[in-house]
């Protein structure tokens, strides 16, 4: 693609995604991710109401009538994308595959970051660590994430998460807003998932697609895994066929889901074939009901 269809394309995320933005995350994301704690801003003449514990005894002996501490949140934080950039995100059966998906709820997230003053980084992975933005602030940097999400060229094929959780706790030296987004064909990564679940706010994001979930019956049907390059035909009239495929993605997701859980970490499960945005709206509404860890 074109340097300048590139651009293009990523222009075209942002415009979609900045009513989504202001509409529905951008509240809804200040009020789940707070600061870091709180800082002294000024003092100002006590009024009716102001907690006694709040007065400044140093400035009210100076000025000889009360004065309060103002304080107020430290809002910056820090968030990074820790996206699957494999070959299987661009395999699938709707009209948009799985890195698609994955870079406008990059978008979504990385401007409402943005909106709120918080700085955004990115760890691309296959394998491998493929491409690391450190974390900066600025719409355009976010749009440059968004990018390599979506057009990033890179030579590995696989998954491997445990590297990428394990670059990740080398790189961020503080407690960071985590959105690990993947179609999890890799689940071989729970000591890594503990120990950032225990350093940071770890969020898994699951991008599916309906092929992922089940085969359709519509005879022999060739067959290309793009990880490993392996090629195959499989008959998809034997329902027994139908059904291992089907109870083989059942238990790889009941093992990520039992993992989750065991470190205390969200998982958000998204499919192609429909909106993200009720999926991501349900996660900011019930972490909304509970204090930032």
Known sequence: MLSREILNKVK??????????????????????????????????????DDVRTIDWNVTARNNKPFVKVMEEERELTV????????????????RFKSEIAAEICAVLAFSAIRNGDKVGLINFTGEVEKYLSPRKGKAYAMQVIREVLFGEYEGKGTRIENALQFLSRVAHKRSIVFLISDFYDTDFDNALKAVANRHDLIMIHVVDPLDK????????????????????????????????????????????????????????????????????????????????
């Open 80 to 95: 990074y994308f820790l996206v699957d950039v494999s070959a299987s995100g661009r395999v699938g059966s709707t009209q």
């Open 214 to 293: 089940q085969l359709p019956n519509i005879g022999l049907m060739p067959v290309f895994d793009a990880e490993t390059g392996e090629k195959m035909v499989i008959d998809t009239s034997v329902k027994k066929v139908r059904d291992q495929y089907a109870e083989h993605y059942r238990s790889r997701i009941s093992n990520l889901e039992t993992m989750c859980r065991k470190n205390k970490t969200d998982l958000i499960h998204i499919a192609t074939d429909v909106s993200y945005i009720e999926p991501l709206n349900r996660f900011f509404k019930t972490r909304g009901k509970h204090q930032y860890r």
């Open 12 to 49: 075209q995320i942002e415009i979609q995604t900045r009513r989504i933005v202001n509409d529905v995350f951008s509240g809804e994301y200040r009020s789940i991710f707070k600061g870091k704690g709180m800082s002294f801003s000024e003092v100002r003449e006590y009024q009716p109401g």
